[in-house]
């Protein structure tokens, strides 16, 4: 069985930063693409960033310049620094990640993390 488990939310002033962590455990033979997904109030579920197993990265073009996505292969895990942060990147974020347990691959997503940015 495969958990994802996120931390590094929080409350945070417009042009503040946070980071965001996400760790796989379980049965992991391999993880190929990792990414960050957010979900605000009213809206749907929308990508954020995706880094894939090569370290080719991909961002939405509102978060262009001041997130960057990384991951660590050797502790199954991926993370979302976040700077210059805006009240409009306030919502609950989910990591996902793509992950093969030897006999299948299948998506699974972390419990998420809320990301508040007022003053």
């Known amino acids: 069985q495969v958990q994802l488990v996120e931390s590094g939310g929080g409350l945070v002033q417009p042009g503040g930063s946070l980071r965001l962590s996400c760790a796989a455990s379980?049965?992991?033979?391999?993880?190929?693409?990792m990414g960050w997904y957010r979900q605000a109030p009213g809206k749907q579920r929308e990508l954020v960033a995706v880094?894939?197993?090569?370290?080719?990265?991909n961002y939405a073009d509102s978060v262009k310049g001041r997130f960057t996505i990384s991951r660590d292969n050797a502790k199954n895990a991926v993370y979302l620094q976040m700077n210059s942060l805006k009240p409009e990147d306030t919502a609950v974020y989910y990591c996902?990640?793509?992950?093969?347990?030897?006999?299948?691959?299948?998506?699974?997503w972390g419990q998420g993390t809320q990301v508040t940015v007022s003053s």
């Open positions: 379980g049965s992991i033979y391999s993880i190929n693409t």
């Open positions: 996902n990640m793509g992950i093969s347990t030897g006999w299948r691959t299948s998506d699974y």
């Open positions: 880094i894939r197993s090569g370290g080719s990265t």
